[in-house]
């Protein structure tokens, strides 16, 4: 654990106060509550949820990093524990026994600044890119054998990168007459090399890493896994909190709430119930101008707060 990079954690106050705004209607307030830190990274919003706990409550977190893991073994308190999982094993606690679940999703500044993690195109590193370094394949094994299609398709899915096909061809043309990429510095340059124009104040290579981090990871599916487990774990009057950095999340995450923030009818039975609406959406927040100002790698930053709701239509008789 190398205690030289930091991380600040993004809308620190606003998720926790978020998380707790409501106590669960169907328990007292007195009766103990569980909450979920989906994504414990370096225990930023977990340890200030402890501090606001009642005696009785209890936090489970997630995490696959195992860094992490070894940061949160410094939390000693009895209230808490985690699992060294992705966040998509939230569906395997008991339905309806959680009162909040938080995802900030992404990556962390350690996971950044650590060369040997492989997620940066500014350090010399092995092109990794795992979160979870004792399983999976790495970046660099996958390009060793992955073919112009495959490669394109990620890139442009979910890099959202308009010079896909170019960088996927100059990639196995270097494996063809080079040998395989297995550094980021290599494959950084090879895109700077092959993408003429890109947005001013952005790096070449930054949606490439990125399409290869999401993919590597399987990150947005198991976000889509992960909202879905939220409907089962929550209990009513039970709070979602996700902090998304990039669009591709952040579409996942409005159109998960949108979509069960209403009553839907099935126009093939109009006398059928309609399927029920399963959460009130409530606040969407971006970091405030000091934040941004303070943490530059805020700036993208969106969170999105929804309420489990009864599992009432909304529909009088």
Known sequence: MHSGWTH???????AVDALLGVVPPAAPATAPRVFVDATFGRGGHSRLLLSKLGAQDQLIAFDKDPEALAHAATLTDARFSIRHQ?????????QGSVAGVLLDLGISSPQIDNPARGFSFRFEGPLDMRMDTTRGT????WLADADVG???EVIREYGEERF??????AIVARRQARGPLVSTTELAQL?????????????????????FRIFINAELEELQQALEASLHVLQPGGRLVVISFHSLEDRIVK???????????????PFAAPHVMQFQALARLKPSEAEVAANPRA???????AERTAGVSGVSA
Do not use: C, W
């Not at 700036?299 to 707060?305: F, K, N």
């Open 8 to 14: 600040t954690t993004v809308l620190l106050g606003e």
């Open 164 to 169: 896909a096909g170019p960088i996927a061809k």
């Open 86 to 94: 992705g966040f998509s094993h939230l569906a395997e606690l008991p």
């Open 150 to 152: 495959q490669i394109t």
């Open 138 to 141: 790495s970046v660099a094994e």
């Open 255 to 269: 159109q998960f709430i949108a979509k069960h923030a209403k009553a839907v009818f099935d126009r093939r039975a």
């Open 191 to 211: 895109v700077a090399d092959t993408v003429k124009t890109r947005e001013s104040g952005q790096n070449p290579a930054t949606r490439t890493f990125q399409a």
């Open 299 to 305: 700036r993208s930053a969106i969170m999105r707060v």
